[in-house]
């Protein structure tokens, strides 16, 4: 294997250790902590590991954090209510409502109810907008794009000039990132373009690309030869494609597998994130700045 990789465990650890002081230094300048609710409704075993992972970490930084379980036939308006309840509530930064929703609540108008200066998903109509018109009017970038972003800054590959192919249009994932790399600015100022189910050829495009953003949701679509020796590629990509004994444990676990074939593709990329372990991880620890951040906008520091 020749190319660096860029592992968002080790990544975490430094971002993590940066929220703290900060964390800490608020505390003892204006005496308050970033409050993070996250609101679960049901019992979705794949949520119920998220949400208790997001929680944990909030705990971990001393944040104040709330996780609010309501059961899976809460009503549409008793859920609306708990979102006013918390956007009055004054110890509360951030508020994150777990996707998916049972079916008979609507989603969109669940998360159109979030206050905006509190969503700390950035999922919100509102900051959506915010994120387009980007500099200064950003508040809350979406965690999995700005994970990949802080990752690209510290891989130290420059993106003003650089060709970024991102492959993917989700509102998560390819449509915010290709928005965040285009802006003017540091850690932006790329040329990007957006390949998706519907582009001729993908191949050629991909071979194009200086930073390869791949959040297909395809195990194994990008291959070897789309990679242009050297690239920087981020494999947003996170399939399970069957199920294995844990040695350790002894229980059964998901294997995981990327959109890129990583074994073939980490002997041509410059550097490349290995699924799991890179981008993942990142995810939650963005969400933490969020809600950092969101408190601080609130203190006007
Ligand atoms: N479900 C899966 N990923 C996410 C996420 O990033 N935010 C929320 N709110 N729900 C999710």
Not at 96 to 122: R, S, T, Y
Request: proline share 6%; glycine share 10%; charged share 20%.
């Amino acid at each position: 294997m020749s190319a660096k990789l860029l592992k968002g465990t080790e990544i975490r650890e430094a971002l993590l250790a940066e929220i703290k002081q900060e964390v800490e230094a608020i505390k003892a300048a204006h005496g308050v902590v970033p409050g993070l609710v996250t609101i679960l409704v049901g019992s979705n075993p794949a949520s119920l590991s998220y949400v208790s992972l997001k929680i944990k970490t909030a705990h971990s930084l001393g944040f104040h954090e709330i996780q609010d379980s309501q059961p899976a036939d809460i009503s549409e308006a008793a859920l609306l209510a708990l979102l006013e309840k918390y956007k009055r509530d004054d110890t509360i930064h951030g508020i994150l409502v777990q996707l998916p929703l049972p079916p008979h609540i609507n989603e969109k108008k669940v998360l159109d109810a979030i206050d905006p200066d509190k969503d700390v998903d950035g999922f919100h109509p509102v900051n959506v907008g915010r994120l387009l018109i980007g500099g200064k009017e950003v508040k809350f970038p979406p965690c999995t794009p700005a994970g990949i972003q802080e990752m690209i800054r510290r891989s130290g590959v420059e993106t003003s000039g650089a060709e970024v192919v991102v492959v993917g249009r989700s509102n998560i994932v390819g449509k915010p990132i290709a928005n965040m790399l285009m802006q003017k600015g540091p850690g932006a100022n790329a040329t990007v373009t957006v390949v998706h189910t519907g582009t001729k050829n993908l191949a050629a495009h991909c071979q194009r690309a200086d930073i390869l953003i791949v959040a297909a949701g395809v195990p194994g679509l990008v291959k070897p030869e789309w990679i242009k020796p050297g690239a920087c590629v981020i494999d947003v990509g996170v399939n399970r494609v069957g199920e294995k004994t844990d040695e350790k444990t002894g229980r059964q676990v998901a294997i995981l597998r990327g959109d890129v074939d990583f074994d073939a593709a980490a002997k041509i990329a410059g550097f490349i994130t290995p699924v799991p372990g890179g981008v993942g991880p990142m995810t939650i620890t963005m969400l933490m700045r969020n809600t950092l951040n969101s408190l601080k906008f609130r203190l006007g520091i």
